[in-house]
């Protein structure tokens, strides 16, 4: 076999491959008469079957009544059977066969409440209420993916039990009572949502967090008993700005759930619980010989209002 016969030769199989390949990319509608019809499916309802044909993906829509149709081979080889029951039938279509609705970024704000404490190597630190107030946006990367960006204010600390101690430079004795330590931040969230169902009402997320310091402040009431008995007491406020450095950073996680508002399903109320754990020690402090720690911990439950940014979602 001479050169330019192998080529010939090699071309025709690619040509056969090619169009065994093009020819297996569609949709088979088989009617009970024995007829077959190469479709590209568009949808099921009760009482009709609607598809375009191959041959004419921008053509029109053409209908057959689903009495006239035995079965259905779709491109992936996906098959319903007319000649089931209709409940087998109808189920096999909300699983298979019903394309996904297009989903569009979303712009929401929402609200949190919950709890927040530092951990490391502070002692007595107990937990008090932490609130957040932000903005969200998300980003569709699959069906049932979606990029979360989010910025937050955030009010985190901890509460410290009662402490009596006595002061070594002058031996009087503090009683410190109501303490706590409110820290403000600027909180900016990334994390992948993962959907739960094709509807997408439930989500399971993961990402990471950072948050940049705007105010830390240390409240409560003293009361101070020198040597001789006399007794100050009263409230105090110490800022720790310089205490504390001026970004955390850690990882977030969490559950959630979106409930459509409207009778179209544009708007979502959207709920949640999201844990967060720092990774980094936010003291600014040197104490020799000491290497001393303190980190983020908190979770919050969200409730908020996601709006599409197209018409549908």
Same mark, same amino acid.
């Given at each position: 076999?001479?050169?330019?016969?192998?080529?010939?030769?090699?071309?025709?199989?690619?040509?056969?491959?090619?169009?065994?390949?093009?020819?297996?990319?569609?949709?088979?509608?088989?009617k009970?008469?024995?007829?077959?019809?190469?479709?590209?499916?568009?949808?099921?309802?009760?009482?009709?079957v609607k598809?375009k044909?191959?041959?004419?993906?921008?053509?029109p829509?053409?209908?057959?009544?689903?009495?006239?149709?035995?079965?259905?081979?779709?491109?992936n080889?996906?098959?319903?059977?007319?000649?089931?029951?209709?409940?087998d !039938?109808e189920?096999?279509?909300? #699983?298979?066969? =019903?394309?996904?609705?297009?989903? /569009?970024?979303?712009? *929401?704000?929402?609200? +949190?409440?919950?709890?927040?404490?530092?951990?490391?190597?502070?002692?007595?630190s107990?937990?008090?209420?932490?609130s957040?107030?932000?903005?969200?946006?998300?980003?569709?990367?699959?069906?049932?993916?979606?990029?979360?960006?989010?910025?937050?204010?955030l009010?985190?600390?901890?509460?410290?039990?009662?402490?009596?101690?006595?002061?070594?430079?002058?031996?009087?004795?503090?009683?410190?009572?109501?303490?706590?330590?409110?820290?403000?931040?600027?909180?900016?969230?990334?994390?992948?949502?993962?959907?739960?169902?094709?509807?997408r009402?439930?989500?399971?997320?993961?990402?990471?967090?950072?948050?940049?310091?705007?105010?830390?402040?240390?409240?409560?009431?003293?009361?101070?008993?020198?040597?001789?008995?006399? !007794?100050?007491?009263?409230?105090? #406020?110490?800022? =720790?700005?310089?205490?504390?450095? /001026?970004?955390?950073? *850690?990882?977030?996680? +969490?559950i959630?759930?979106?409930?459509?508002?409207?009778?179209?399903?544009?708007?979502?109320?959207?709920?949640?619980?999201?844990?967060?754990?720092?990774?980094?020690?936010?003291?600014?402090?040197?104490?020799?010989?000491?290497?001393?720690?303190?980190?983020?911990?908190?979770?919050?439950?969200?409730?908020?209002?996601?709006?599409?940014?197209?018409?549908?979602?």
């Amino acid at each position: 076999m001479g050169i330019a016969m192998k080529t010939r030769f090699t071309f025709l199989i690619l040509i056969l491959l090619l169009t065994a390949t093009a020819a297996g990319a569609q949709d088979i509608i088989f009617k009970r008469t024995g007829k077959e019809i190469q479709a590209i499916v568009v949808d099921i309802s009760p009482g009709v079957v609607k598809y375009k044909k191959f041959d004419n993906k921008n053509g029109p829509v053409f209908s057959i009544a689903r009495e006239q149709v035995e079965k259905i081979i779709y491109e992936n080889g996906k098959t319903i059977d007319f000649t089931k029951p209709e409940r087998d !039938i109808e189920e096999h279509e909300q #699983e298979n066969i =019903l394309p996904p609705e297009k989903t /569009s970024p979303t712009l *929401g704000w929402h609200l +949190g409440i919950g709890a927040s404490n530092l951990y490391g190597d502070i002692e007595g630190s107990k937990m008090q209420t932490a609130s957040a107030i932000g903005v969200s946006f998300t980003l569709p990367v699959g069906r049932k993916n979606t990029l979360l960006f989010e910025a937050d204010i955030l009010s985190l600390g901890c509460t410290f039990e009662d402490m009596d101690y006595i002061d070594h430079r002058d031996s009087s004795r503090v009683v410190i009572t109501n303490a706590s330590e409110d820290l403000g931040y600027i909180g900016l969230v990334v994390m992948d949502r993962y959907f739960l169902n094709e509807k997408r009402n439930y989500f399971l997320e993961g990402g990471i967090y950072g948050s940049f310091l705007m105010d830390a402040t240390m409240l409560g009431d003293a009361e101070i008993t020198d040597t001789t008995g006399m !007794i100050i007491s009263g409230s105090f #406020e110490d800022k =720790l700005l310089d205490f504390y450095s /001026s970004f955390d950073f *850690g990882l977030a996680g +969490g559950i959630g759930g979106r409930i459509p508002i409207d009778k179209n399903g544009k708007w979502h109320i959207s709920a949640g619980a999201r844990f967060y754990y720092g990774l980094v020690n936010i003291t600014n402090i040197d104490i020799p010989g000491l290497d001393y720690k303190e980190s983020n911990i908190y979770g919050l439950i969200f409730v908020g209002v996601d709006i599409p940014t197209r018409s549908k979602q």
